[in-house]
């Protein structure tokens, strides 16, 4: 026989709570089922799934850099206490980037043979959110509880594509609108018995070993399976505004910003050009976000003084632009005036925000090796690397710059795609990648709608098909308020 509370759990109907209530009035009932009830109904939460917080992983999605690895701690703290406020058997939160030391573990999948392994037998969901996204406990509870925990579910806030997208290998190209991906910055589940099939997937076909863009749609694509897994399942109540009382998840989206922002003049701009944009491209430049930036030099395989563009002496290369990067990185550590602490590289395609980069920069720390910008990975399934994808813009400190030249990794030849040498020869130096969504690799149309409304975008890249000056108005010339807080912060 099995105590009258642990029947009373499995049993629990509406009807039989309230018959168990009234009769506790009156009756003999053990002490273990008066407690029972008296928890559901301070609870006011059904208990159908009945399942509880200790059974929830949260996983924050957190990278090592300091600046992050605190904002995750922090995260972690409020979790917890929030908890602590609840119940008294706290669940377990992890930080993704303690968890594992490999390159490849921001790609998650990665990790799910740790997930199943250690959490299979007492836990029921996996949930994962970012440093930035805020939780409240009781509601993502109460939320979790309307799916059965014994079933597959893949839980998020829905994003899908208007248009197909480069960033997609333009995946569902008859009707793009079809396929949803979570918005991490929302929050996702993943309940156990799913992370146990994609586990058992993953022995039995490794990942394949390609290139990772943009890891919400990819994460959704392999779990969907083409409908051999399930698809996403829209919860309304993982949010990424904060209007709505149902939520039980919030995004808070700002521009970061610790002290004043970085100094104009602690910022060298290197545009790479050649000479067959100089008249196509670099007028738009000068359009738009050239008058932000203090220091900013265009390098080209042509000089011509009227821009000026510098010749690095480097042929222009179709693609690739290996052997012209390198001769930027030297240039910048040798021959540039002063110690200027960050070197921002750009394609002559990439609309920026100096004024936004300003602030962002604030939260670093240049005396560290710092390479910061939209995070791409290559053959993470395997033992690839992880890179700072050229055209949203690369930012480095001087000390990642330092230590990178100091070592032998070069290009393979002039033509090798820079971006991907880079992060190759950084992962071998133990540097990792600094990700920040702000900054884009495509055009604004090239992203969903819904995940650009609580962002405040750094960069984009490419003028193909669009009116850039339109979309650097439209989407990074700095507001009137930003305008005045510039104007404020030099007042003091
Ligand atoms: C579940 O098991 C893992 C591994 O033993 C442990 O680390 C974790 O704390 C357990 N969780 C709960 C809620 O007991
Ligand atoms: C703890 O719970 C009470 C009410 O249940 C609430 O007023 C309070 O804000 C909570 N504190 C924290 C830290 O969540």
Redesign the pocket.
């Known amino acids: 026989m099995q105590p009258p509370a642990c029947r009373v759990r499995r049993l629990a109907s509406p009807a039989l709570l309230a018959l168990l209530a009234c009769s506790a009035a009156f009756a003999s009932m053990s002490e273990d089922v008066k407690k029972e009830v008296k928890d559901l109904k301070k609870s006011g939460i059904s208990r159908k799934n009945g399942i509880d917080l200790?059974e929830i992983v949260f996983v924050i999605q957190s990278q090592s850099n300091s600046f992050h690895a605190k904002k995750a701690e922090q995260l972690k703290k409020i979790i917890l206490k929030e908890a602590a406020n609840l119940t008294q058997e706290l669940?377990?939160v992890l930080l993704l980037h303690e968890l594992a030391q490999q390159e490849g573990a921001w790609t998650i999948l990665p990790l799910l043979p740790h997930f199943s392994g250690?959490?299979s037998r007492?836990?029921s969901w996996i949930f994962f959110c970012e440093e930035e996204t805020r939780i409240e406990i009781p509601k993502l509870l109460e939320t979790l509880r309307r799916y059965d925990p014994s079933k597959e579910w893949f839980l998020g806030k829905a994003l899908h594509d208007e248009e197909s997208s480069v960033i997609h290998h333009y995946a569902f190209s008859e009707n793009p609108t079809v396929f949803k991906y979570p918005d991490f910055a929302a929050g996702w589940a993943l309940s156990i018995p799913l992370v146990n099939k994609l586990n058992k997937r993953l022995k039995s076909e490794p990942l394949k070993s390609d290139f990772t863009i943009d890891l919400q749609h990819e994460i959704a694509l392999y779990i969907w399976d083409k409908g051999g897994g399930p698809p996403l399942t829209s919860v309304p109540e993982f949010c990424t505004d904060r209007v709505d009382s149902h939520c039980a998840t919030q995004f808070r989206s700002f521009l970061p910003l610790c002290g004043q922002p970085v100094k104009k003049e602690d910022i060298f701009v290197a545009v790479k050009t050649c000479k067959q944009f100089h008249g196509e491209r670099i007028p738009i430049i000068k359009l738009t976000w050239e008058g932000q930036a203090s220091l900013i030099e265009y390098y080209s395989d042509y000089a011509e003084s009227s821009i000026p563009t510098v010749d690095l002496g480097i042929p222009n290369t179709e693609r690739g632009h290996c052997g012209k990067t390198f001769a930027i990185l030297e240039r910048f550590l040798n021959h540039n005036r002063d110690k200027i602490p960050w070197l921002l590289i750009v394609d002559d395609d990439t609309l920026i925000s100096i004024s936004r980069l300003r602030h962002l920069l604030s939260c670093y720390d240049s005396s560290k090796p710092i390479v910061l910008g939209e995070r791409y990975g290559y053959g993470l399934g395997t033992d690839g690397y992880s890179y700072v994808t050229g055209g949203g813009g690369m930012v480095f400190s001087r000390e990642a710059i330092r230590r990178l030249l100091a070592s032998k990794c070069r290009c393979h030849s002039i033509d090798s795609p820079d971006d991907m040498v880079l992060g190759m020869c950084f992962s071998g130096l133990g540097i990792p990648m600094i990700h920040s969504p702000l900054f884009h690799q495509a055009r604004p149309t090239d992203y969903s709608k819904d995940l650009l409304s609580h962002q405040v975008p750094i960069s984009f890249h490419k003028y193909w098909n669009i009116d850039p000056v339109k979309v650097y108005f439209t989407w990074l010339a700095p507001s009137e308020e930003e305008k005045s807080h510039t104007k404020d912060t030099k007042c003091f």
């Open positions: 200790k669940p377990t250690t959490y007492n836990s």
